[in-house]
């Protein structure tokens, strides 16, 4: 499936985006190993969170879709998770990959872990470390790729994990194989990573603690169901910020997004750029922090991006190259290694759709210089990753012709209805 977008800019309009794929993904999962029953609304109903929802269909867990965004979860307990019957196939997504790793690998049972073209390809040695020092059995490819095998009827003991690289997927995979460890689990993080896990572990009755970096928890723990409002996406809403900023003059009011503190290094990115992005009627869904996102059209400026706060953006990084490449002057962008090992190598697809579309862009091995320029019209390739396809969509709106984008099957797995969204908001994009 490609996109066609035609330059087109967005009018003024009120509008919500789906539901967040971090806080669904731990949902499904804590909420089936919870005692009792978890109401989950708001859920992401996309691929990515689906796969998720069908391996613990496997597991036994009854996950019943109530309406469209919301879920039924009947908890089965820590011990009560059964054998699946066939390997568990978790489609594009690391998140459901590297958190069920951890969740399996103190099962009594064997389980096989696999995923499509992109996850099969993405390194999980990360996760594979610190479990195997807890005790647990898990082979890779030789290359410390999917599928993974991991042994059922270990017994994990609880560890001190320092984590090298700053990942939320890796701290939650020791925390969930912790859950199940003797003793105490702690994970040190280098830099501030989404606490999702954390927050969702608290409001299920769990104890942890977070202090100076470290995170930590007691083996053994039972969780309760509870009750979980997912707010909307930020990582969603940040393609629908930045539609608004490129257009001519429009203000958009994004209802509803979560502003977690640990995911809003992207508005503080634009803010620093110069948009008029202001945070409105800030509440609370639980445990998570929530607000009415309200942005202007603006004229963007260059900036030099400070890397300490790259994991607090890490998934947002697509979308600022785009505003990079409309702003005056140069941006220059590093410590972002870790794009290169996401659903794409992020820094050389969005090299190369920029450069595509007339922009002056020299990638480095951590990061990118990018000239402010225009976008003229042309051919670009998502790489099948759906945040470099939605990204380059909105670049799109504003260049000087027609701009087709190809291969963009995965914006499914994160914001499904992308098209029809960003359409009623005034952007011309259909599917071609
Ligand atoms: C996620 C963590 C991030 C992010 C991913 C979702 C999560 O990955 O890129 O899209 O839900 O924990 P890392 O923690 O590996 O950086």
């Not at 005790?135 to 030789?142: L, M, V």
């Not at 914001?415 to 960003?422: A, H, L, Q, S, T």
């Amino acid at each position: 499936m490609d996109f066609k977008v035609v330059p087109s800019g967005f009018s003024d309009a009120t509008t919500t985006v789906p539901g967040d794929k971090s806080i669904s993904h731990r949902a499904l999962m804590l909420g089936s190993i919870a005692q009792g029953r978890s109401a989950v609304s708001g859920f992401l109903n996309g691929a990515d969170c689906l796969a998720t929802a069908a391996a613990m269909r496997a597991m036994g867990v009854n996950i019943k879709q109530t309406g469209p965004t919301s879920l039924l979860i009947d908890g089965v307990g820590t011990r009560g998770l059964q054998a699946p019957s066939h390997d568990l196939d978790l489609g594009n997504s690391g998140t459901a990959m590297r958190l069920m790793a951890g969740l399996l690998a103190a099962q009594p049972f064997d389980s096989v872990l696999t995923g499509d073209a992109s996850l099969t390809g993405r390194p999980m040695g990360r996760i594979i470390t610190p479990l195997t020092s807890m005790g647990a059995a898990i082979e890779s490819d030789c290359d410390g790729t999917p599928p993974l095998q991991i042994a059922g009827g270990v017994r994990l003991h609880g560890i001190h994990y320092d984590m090298p690289v700053a990942s939320a997927q890796v701290k939650s995979a020791v925390l969930l194989a912790g859950l199940f460890a003797d003793g105490e689990t702690s994970v040190f993080e280098p830099a501030v990573t989404r606490d999702h896990t954390e927050r969702m572990l608290r409001s299920m009755g769990a104890t942890v603690s977070s202090k100076g970096g470290t995170v930590s928890l007691a083996g053994g723990q039972p969780l309760t169901g509870c009750a979980i409002q997912v707010p909307g996406d930020l990582s969603s809403a940040t393609f629908i910020i930045l539609g608004t900023l490129l257009s001519q003059d429009s203000e958009i009011l994004i209802e509803n997004v979560g502003v977690n503190p640990t995911r809003t290094g992207v508005l503080d990115i634009f803010q620093s750029m110069g948009a008029d992005i202001r945070l409105e009627n800030p509440r609370q869904f639980g445990d998570e922090p929530v607000a009415d996102v309200r942005v202007r059209a603006s004229r963007l400026q260059g900036i030099d991006v400070d890397p300490a706060v790259v994991s607090l953006a890490i998934d947002e990084f697509p979308a600022l190259f785009v505003a990079a490449a409309a702003a005056r002057g140069e941006t220059r962008f590093s410590g972002l290694e870790e794009l290169r090992v996401k659903e794409s190598d992020r820094i050389a697809a969005m090299a190369n759709g920029l450069r595509r579309l007339g922009i002056d862009i020299e990638e480095t091995p951590d990061g990118a210089l990018v000239r402010g320029g225009r976008f003229r019209s042309g051919e670009v390739r998502s790489f099948h990753d759906h945040r470099v396809a939605m990204s380059l969509t909105m670049a799109a709106t504003i260049a000087d012709g027609e701009v087709l984008i190809r291969g963009v099957d995965n914006v499914n797995t994160s914001f499904p209805g992308f098209e029809d969204c960003v359409s009623r908001l005034g952007a011309d994009v259909r599917v071609a």
